[in-house]
């Protein structure tokens, strides 16, 4: 079977796969305890309102009838709304918003635009051939780091080993972990994305089941699901946090399901997850999604969780191109700076050359090894993964790696910085100055804190 989901992520499987011993059990039941997200309304606008600290949901909600809350800050003078497509900014300040201090210059309006798992087209070197292996044979977790992943080399053939080897290497997480032996412990990683394979025996015990929603569904079971019809992104977020693991073992995964089994969701979604993340002590945000349309809504949102001390991680995309997918290109636009703790991640080689498929740009924060790259894939399968979302992951893991140290000058910008300032050189000399400060190298990053 081949999976294929592009710009931000491309898998392949063996079809004759084999599963691990956890496989066909069935999902794990999840309870949430923070309040169950209201579903919005679909093929509207979202509209960014400038409050007062004074203004209370109650008297919103009074001022804009029929309109739904997504996320309300008055702390942090800022509420998102689903608001009917057919409403402008003037009638908005209007309805009653005058009342409560807000004039039209106070209003943002924009489509509830879909974000996505975006394709990779037919750019060239995307060919199939990447080799997938399932790993059977015996079923562990990696909670113990590179020292001790799982008698990795007993279940893995001779060729996967390896290639899991020189995979840390590149990164220098083997040195990390020594440093680190905390591991992320203690330290929450949402990721936004396709959802989770709740009961992997890879990802087990390391998934926040109190935080986790599936927006997709309209429950607190954020699990993977097939389309209709062939694979479309399945997946994908499952690949994704075994990234994150596999740098950062003893993190805490909180899955938030917001892209449908075809890699696709509106950006209310997001934005309600990453309301969600901030309100369940997340500390670091993983984006591996965009769109080329930026968001008044999400920069805000973003803002916010920066503010409140989260690192938000972001793909780059696998155009090919010159130019990052949004909300990454806003470091280019110079509405995040560099080291505002909002990262921007492209893919390269085991070498450190671009992949084919990543985007470059003067604005991008760093790179990281996004070429088949081992991790878990569902129904307690592993596959390899390549693309920029497979990419921004590691960075998310290495900053729960340090996160996890409690070190004092810990902060998004303090963290943004020393990972640009610890990557190594590239020496893809045909995008000089296009790909970051250089590869991801986790053990030198970390012992700015150690």
């Not at 396709?194 to 390391?206: A, F, M, W, Y």
């Not at 990454?328 to 050359?353: D, E, P, R, Y």
Request: proline letters at 5%.
């Amino acid at each position: 079977m081949k999976i294929d989901t592009t710009v931000l992520s491309r898998l392949t499987l063996l079809a004759a796969a084999l599963s691990l011993a956890a496989c066909g059990q069935r999902t794990a039941p999840v309870q949430s305890a923070l309040p169950a997200p209201a579903p919005l309304a679909s093929g509207g606008q979202i509209a960014t309102v400038r409050i007062g600290p004074d203004v209370t949901e109650a008297a919103l909600r009074g001022a804009l009838p029929g309109a739904q809350i997504i996320a309300f800050h008055a702390d942090s003078g800022y509420a998102l709304l689903s608001v009917p497509a057919t409403l402008k900014a003037a009638s908005l300040s209007s309805q009653g918003l005058r009342a409560l201090g807000v004039n039209a210059q106070g209003v943002t309006l924009e489509v509830d635009q879909e974000l996505e798992v975006m394709n990779e087209g037919t750019a060239e070197g995307l060919a199939d051939g990447l080799g997938v292996t399932n790993w059977a044979g015996g079923t562990t977790n990696w909670a113990g780091g590179t020292t001790n992943w799982a008698g990795g080399s007993t279940f893995l053939t001779p060729r996967d080993w390896a290639s899991t080897q020189e995979y840390w290497a590149a990164i220098n997480l083997q040195a990390a972990h020594r440093l680190v032996p905390e591991l992320g412990r203690g330290v929450k990683v949402a990721v936004i994305d396709t959802g989770i394979d709740l009961n992997h025996p890879l990802l087990r015990g390391r998934i926040d089941t109190v935080g986790a929603w599936d927006y997709v569904g309209g429950d607190a079971s954020p699990q993977e699901a097939l389309p209709v019809s062939g694979i479309g992104k399945y997946g994908h977020g499952t690949a994704v946090s075994g990234v994150v693991l596999q740098v950062a073992p003893n993190a805490e995964i909180l899955p938030l399901r917001v892209l449908n089994p075809n890699g696709r969701g509106p950006m209310s979604r997001v934005l309600q997850a990453m309301d969600r993340a901030v309100a369940s002590g997340a500390r670091v945000i993983n984006l591996s999604l965009g769109s080329v349309t930026d968001s008044a809504a999400l920069n805000t949102m973003i803002s916010a969780a920066l503010a409140r001390g989260i690192v938000v991680v972001n793909s780059s995309g696998n155009s090919g191109k010159e130019g990052m997918v949004f909300p990454a290109q806003n470091l280019t636009t110079g509405l995040f700076t560099a080291n505002s703790g909002l990262l921007g991640i492209g893919s390269v080689s085991l070498k450190g050359m671009k992949s084919s498929f990543s985007t470059y740009s003067a604005g991008m924060s760093l790179t990281a090894p996004g070429e088949k790259v081992i991790t878990s894939y569902p129904d307690s399968r592993l596959a390899y993964a390549s693309g920029t979302s497979f990419a921004a992951p590691a960075v998310s893991g290495a900053a729960a790696l340090a996160l996890s140290t409690g070190a004092a000058s810990l902060s998004p910008a303090n963290i943004a910085a020393n990972l640009r300032l610890t990557a190594t050189p590239s020496p893809d000399l045909l995008f000089k100055g296009k790909l970051g400060q250089g590869v991801l190298n986790v053990g030198a990053f970390v012992g700015r804190y150690r």
